[in-house]
């Protein structure tokens, strides 16, 4: 039995609206998913400006799309600039510094996570930013509608045990590029952003109390609640042959499962029978966190779980770990 997704997101209909310039700052993998993503789907931005030092930043694209592109070694020029939103995807160490130079120019700001690499950053970042410029971070799985659609179709207002299943293969190849580990930071530290988004999917703004975790350079686990919903996460990374993404939800009258690991084919397992989401508009969501970004101040009435006013429960957590 296939479900059919019908309700595509009025707020995301014209992605070829946006007229913005924009800033990207990074030159690696996520920087040029970042650049794709923007030239396949934002037409009538015209300046995209690349700080990086990666002179081969641009040899997979064409002669027409690098028309538009324009490479800089630093963020010297923001100074006789009029950009006014920037992606940072480069470094994490650097995401502090370049996101604080970014600030004095009123210039809003999307962050590859993790936003900082210590809690104290988080709160001197939240003491900085003004009502003029925003810092989101990047929390794909916010925009991810199957989530909404199984909680309202499924979830109804049960009590449940929810497991998650976390996991890396050894060598991943995304987007045409090689997925890097980054080992300077452990593993469910960097998950943490997932489950937070994943979990803003389900539950809002409700507090999250932490429990108790296991935290290992590749691999660890943790235990949350909210109310008397209690959540396991379960993640590793290079220990497994394929990429693992499952949710399980156990209560008195119902068990579900819920099984994303392929982006492009949604499988549910209701209290035995197996059904699976056909999401035709909802697989890939960067391009919808990029319009929403840019867009911002036509939603400023939504509750965006990755916009930083919003980012102290995951703190709290992170603080923690």
């Known amino acids: 039995m296939k479900i059919i997704h019908k309700e595509f997101p009025k707020i995301f209909k014209d992605l070829n609206s946006t007229k913005k310039d924009l800033i990207i700052i990074g030159g690696g993998r996520w920087a040029q998913i970042i650049l794709n993503e923007v030239l396949t789907n934002f037409n009538k931005i015209k300046k995209i400006y690349i700080v990086t030092n990666n002179n081969k930043v641009l040899d997979n694209f064409s002669n027409l799309q690098k028309k538009k592109i324009f ?3 630093n963020l010297n020029f923001i100074q006789n600039s009029n950009v006014k939103f920037a992606i940072i995807a480069n470094k994490n160490e650097k995401h502090f510094y370049v996101t604080k ?3 004095k120019k009123k210039i809003n ?11 104290d950053d988080f709160y001197k970042l939240k003491k900085l930013s003004n009502n003029k410029s925003k810092i989101f971070v990047s929390s794909p799985f916010f925009f991810s509608y199957y989530f909404y659609y199984f909680k309202k179709n499924f979830l109804g207002k049960d009590n449940f045990k929810i497991n998650i299943q976390w996991h890396d293969k050894i060598n991943e190849n995304r987007n045409g ?3 890097k580990h980054d080992f300077k930071i452990n593993y469910l530290n960097d998950t943490i952003y997932h489950l937070f988004g994943i979990l803003a999917c389900f539950f809002g703004k409700k507090e999250i109390k932490f429990i108790k975790k296991i935290n290992y350079k590749n691999y660890g686990k943790i235990f949350l609640k909210i109310n008397e919903n209690k959540i396991y996460l379960n993640c590793s990374r290079l220990k497994n042959n394929k990429r693992i993404r499952k949710i399980s939800f156990i209560s008195n009258k119902n068990i579900f499962h819920l099984n994303f690991s392929d982006d492009n084919n949604i499988k549910l397992n209701l209290n035995g029978a197996k059904k699976e989401l ?12 990029l319009y929403y970004f840019l867009n911002y101040k036509k939603f400023s009435n939504y509750f965006i779980f ?3 006013k919003n980012l102290n429960n995951l703190f709290t957590v992170i603080s923690k770990l």
């Open 109 to 119: 700001i999307l962050v590859e996570k993790p936003l900082v690499e210590n809690v």
């Open 278 to 289: 056909n999401f035709k508009f909802c697989q890939k969501t960067l391009k919808f966190q």
């Open 177 to 179: 590029v090689i997925k």
């Open 306 to 308: 990755n916009e930083l």
């Open 71 to 73: 490479l800089k070694k």
């Open 101 to 103: 130079k970014l600030l």
